[in-house]
């Protein structure tokens, strides 16, 4: 079989991708090791932050493309995917003055506040920081993100194939040629969005940075009255975050504290994680009851930086290390990794496979 593009692992990225070169026109294959909608990486789950607070500007820009994006997708397919509840950053006064920088920049809304303002009008919170609020934020629903980025791909004719792993990729004179266990298929260029086990695919093609696999931990809160949560990152050590989830509860973790695994062997629940979330929970936000209802586990697949690498080497592009923060930006990876896939070259491109780091804090991007 001959196809355009094949993409490797459909997950938040890889459909977001497969939706926009099938918008295009191209041919697409895609495939992926797990059934659809799977809960073995990162693009699980009913809800995820969406913010353009960054202390980089790269990420904010990025946001603010991916805003429109979403709001595209949500017309396409007659879905609501964005909830602008809007977002609290509160820790480090630095980051949040690099932050306000960054959302002045883009033209975005937004104010700065001391902790006992921000007590005042969130009185279901307690701060011992400066806080930074910004309206344009809020939640976008994964699940629903995820099936529609697949409705669009499969509406406009990409073939994508779960439960179908990858068995070789092989770099080609005249493009690649991608085998699984149906047969193989040539295309001019490969997308690899396989998330942590995408080092292990490009093993020999290409050399990344150190690809960092971790089993996170979240909990889901009951408020203790209908307050109109936002969604929070406390940005101190550890970090914590926190959003409102479509259910009604508040989900609630720790950033980057869990414990480094093979993506093939999970840990399951963290009982330590769990009491220190809970201790912070009764301290920190009187507004929830600090007793969990329940846990999830999610992978996260980064870099030491955190920093994303979406590039093109060859005829593979690389869609790696988005594992923590990537999800709010699928509209824009997808249509950067299309761009790619066509030989467009990226201009200035931040997230280059030979970029140095642009770590900015304790806190990194988050």
């Not at 490009?202 to 931990?217: A, H, K, N, W």
């Not at 889901?220 to 406390?234: C, D, G, K, Q, V």
């Not at 993506?263 to 009982?271: I, S």
Request: hydrophobic residues 40%.
């Amino acid at each position: 079989m001959v196809a355009d593009v094949v993409i490797v692992g459909c997950g938040g990225a890889g459909s977001a991708a497969a939706a926009e070169l099938a918008r295009r026109g191209r041919t697409v294959v895609a495939f992926d090791a797990f059934g659809r909608g799977h809960d073995r990486g990162s693009s699980h789950g009913t809800e995820r932050i969406f913010r353009a607070a960054y202390t980089d500007e790269a990420y904010a820009v990025m946001a603010l493309d991916s805003f429109d994006g979403w709001r595209q997708l949500e017309r396409e397919t007659n879905t609501r995917l964005l909830s602008l509840v809007g977002s609290l950053d509160t820790g480090f006064a630095r980051e949040l003055a690099d932050i306000s920088t960054n959302l002045t920049t883009c033209g975005l809304p937004h104010e700065l506040m001391d902790a006992a303002e921000a007590e005042r009008r969130f009185p279901y919170f307690r701060f011992e920081h400066p806080v930074l609020w910004q309206p344009n934020s809020g939640t976008v629903h994964a699940d629903g993100a995820l099936a529609a980025f697949q409705r669009v791909a499969t509406t406009h004719g990409a073939d994508l194939r779960f439960d179908e792993p990858v068995i070789s990729i092989d770099v080609r004179a005249d493009g690649v040629r991608v085998t699984s266990a149906s047969g193989v298929v040539d295309a001019g260029s490969v997308i690899v969005t396989a998330g942590a086990w995408a080092d292990r695919l490009l093993s020999g093609m290409l050399v990344l940075p150190e690809l960092i696999v971790t089993d996170e931990q979240v909990f889901f809160f009951r408020p203790r009255a209908e307050y109109p949560w936002p969604t929070f990152i406390t940005r101190t050590i550890p970090e914590l975050y926190g959003l409102p989830t479509p259910g009604g509860l508040m989900k609630v973790g720790e950033h980057y504290t869990g414990l480094r695994v093979d993506p093939d062997v999970r840990q399951g629940p963290c009982v330590e994680a769990g009491k220190r979330v809970s201790a912070w929970v009764a301290e920190i936000a009187p507004g929830l009851d600090p007793t969990p209802v329940n846990a999830v586990t999610c992978l996260y697949a980064s870099f030491p930086d955190e920093d994303f690498i979406i590039d093109r080497v060859g005829d593979v592009v690389v869609g790696v290390g988005l594992g923590g923060h990537g999800f709010k930006f699928l509209p824009e990876i997808g249509r950067r990794l299309a761009d790619l896939a066509e030989g467009q070259a990226w201009r200035g491109n931040p997230f280059s496979i030979d970029r140095e780091s642009r770590h900015v804090g304790p806190s990194g991007h988050k």
